[in-house]
């Protein structure tokens, strides 16, 4: 019989962290850096002091709880994920991970083992960037894809910055975030995505993370009276759409893993009665596959060219504002997860990742893989996110064979 | 020879009382109701004062200057337009018809004339609803196709109502609107468009004006994360645009007269790494003929059955929220206008409004027609809003006339 984690008490942490900014729906809003978010690491700080477990924070904010090893000169192996929500969040994304990672540290506690190199759970900040944008700041600034002084300058809704609450939080004085090494990482997610429960499949082995590119578009033509004005001599944005949006949509149908959205898009000056003088949208191209994320952005800027060459009234601008390349989970971690899977006898599919996750970060600098179980109708984001007890328990458990594994502690 | 109006007299007019709120690129900013639009209106009074024309006002906050016929008891023949401009507008939208109106009864004084009946000139409440929604709302009270109290209610954006601001400036106590006689109604207006421009036609000859239906359309999918959900899978609302705006562009296209707009689209909740939950778009239609509106109309309705047919996926809701049906204008005052037209050799060509007016309004109690010259480019609502001294000249020579001929006065 395999090691198991003990199921009740991780569902019961994730039922009562929950409460912490629970909200009428059954979801979650602890948005990051508020006083809920602090109270949620508190909570955890104190299941943490139960097992010894020191907790330590960086200067932009990342928590971490370790469990000392024979050797604690040695780099940590991390399990990590975040605690910040959504503002109509659910009670999983990000706070499975966490709590899963303390659960395994408990789990060979209990079982009287002392690993040879020290655990270490983290508690990324700011994974979510519904409060300050961007997403996953904790992360990024650790493994330098983000500068410390340019997030700390990032200011909410309400004109408060990241630094005045790092500030504020007692954070700012700790070590800088960059200087931590680790030896590998490791991320229990739910998927966010519907596939897992459609393929009915327990464990998503996840290989790597699609690449994205982002574009701003805008068509440019000219503002008139819509009721004047002919149709002939109209300088109509709108006029373009159709081929356009037609276009994208194709692109997004190249093969069955590549994603296209359009998930904004707006007309200005955005009166019932004016031809629009521009209309704005954002592309979101993805990919797993390197090569084919670029033919899809050369495919876009061709569709572009035939618009403009069909449409020469119009302007049409483009601007590539994000590039994000696919990223290759490590092999040998890769080979645990599965090795986890079996050892349990779960079912389990291949997977590439499609959201952002901390993981995607973290893997700039340490060897990192991730695990992904299925969540009901693949809703995320969204206070009916939900994922049950026993796909809970099964995600654990790979996690924490993987780190069995990877610490040799059998 | 027949009588002419006093060009540069009603040229300097409108260039003082555009310095009134007058803008740094040549515009105006003189919005209803505030205390610039007052002083607009103070320094109109004073010119009406050195002709002894008595101002009046009522209870919408209406104004009329009125000059004294033989028999004062009988109801005016009314010259109108409106002294409120839009926040970036122009010098000539509005103020033009008023100004005007006042050389018209100038220019009769000046030749020893007293009409039979009074003649008075209207500047009308917030013709252009950039502060108030809506527009023409003091010719929409008169008429009776607004209420009083339902349109003293409406705030505008700092919180301050209609009702406050009448009050504030001393209107509340003056008489209801809609119990003021009037005989006849007249307004010269720029086009507003670019027909009569590149016509090469001096004067409009304002037939009627287009009718108007107003839809608010949404298109209902699935809210899913960019990344990990398949396309095949998707219910983007997106999906469904190409087909609907070529076809809504096509039912604008369905005759020369036609017009269809798509002025406002909105993606929800307008996130770029976001499958769309819902778009929400407007549709504009209009048509002069009363028959083919409705024609459209059915065409739009039948568009959307067959989207609804073709993606089974997403829900497609429509609602009709305004419609404004064709006017036609006086027989009677549309001749007296060409007949001036053709007493000062000007060209002309016959058009139907397609903006709102006071005129459209005023239409549904009082025999009514409109003048229209030409402007640049077919600009308005736009700091660069232009009409040549020329063309105001002839505008208002043709108001002149139509006066004239209406009240026999030769």
Chains 1, 2 share one sequence.
């Not at 907790?55 to 000169?73: C, L, W």
């Not at 600034?141 to 983000?146: I, P």
């Not at 630094?163 to 800088?176: A, I, K, T, V």
């Not at 229990?188 to 701003?216: F, N, S």
């Amino acid at each position: 019989m395999p090691l198991t984690i003990n199921t009740d008490r991780l569902w019961n942490d994730l039922m009562e962290i929950a409460k912490i900014g629970g909200t009428q729906k059954g979801g979650c809003n602890r948005q990051a850096l508020t006083d809920l978010d602090i109270e949620g690491r508190a909570l955890f700080a104190r299941w943490c002091a139960v097992y010894e477990f020191e907790i330590n924070y960086d200067s932009i904010g990342n928590m971490f709880a370790r469990m000392k090893g024979q050797d604690d000169t040695m780099s940590p192996l991390v399990i990590g994920s975040h605690l910040d929500t959504q503002p109509t969040g659910g009670k999983y994304d990000g706070v499975l991970g966490v709590l899963a990672g303390l659960e395994v540290m408990r789990t060979i506690a209990d079982n009287g083992w002392t690993p040879m190199r020290p655990i270490e759970v983290a508690s990324w900040m700011n994974e979510e960037g519904a409060r300050f944008a961007p997403a996953m700041m904790g992360s990024g600034v650790y493994s330098g894809m983000l500068d410390l002084n340019d997030i700390r300058a990032v200011a909410d809704i309400e004109g408060i910055s990241v630094g005045d609450e790092l500030d504020r939080h007692g954070y700012s004085g700790f070590p800088h975030a960059m200087g931590k090494a680790m030896h590998e990482y490791l991320e229990l997610h739910i998927e966010q995505g519907p596939v897992l429960e459609q393929e009915g499949k327990t464990i998503g082995v996840v290989t790597g993370a699609q690449g994205i590119r982002w574009y701003d578009l805008r068509i440019r033509g000219q503002e008139v009276h819509a009721g004047p004005f002919p149709m002939a001599m109209r300088r109509d944005p709108m006029a373009a759409l159709p081929n356009l949006i037609q276009g994208v949509l194709d692109i997004g149908r190249m093969d069955e893993k590549a994603r296209a959205t359009m998930g904004q898009i707006h007309a200005y000056p955005g009166s019932r009665n004016v031809v629009p003088g521009h209309v704005d949208l954002t592309i979101d191209l993805r990919h797993p596959d390197e090569n084919t994320l670029n033919e899809m952005h050369d495919r876009l800027n061709k569709l572009l060219a035939d618009l403009a060459e069909e449409y020469k009234a119009l302007e049409v601008d483009i601007r590539l504002i994000w590039h994000s390349p696919v990223v290759a989970f490590d092999d040998e971690l890769i080979a645990a997860v599965r090795k986890g899977v079996e050892t349990h006898g779960y079912s389990s599919l291949n997977i590439v990742s499609g959201a952002g996750h901390d993981a995607l970060m973290v893997a700039r600098k340490v060897p990192t893989t991730m695990v992904f179980i299925p969540c009901r109708d693949g809703l995320s984001h969204n206070e009916a996110e939900y994922t049950e007890p026993h796909q809970v328990e099964a995600g654990a458990n790979v996690l924490l064979s993987a780190v069995l594994d990877r610490l040799d502690l059998t």
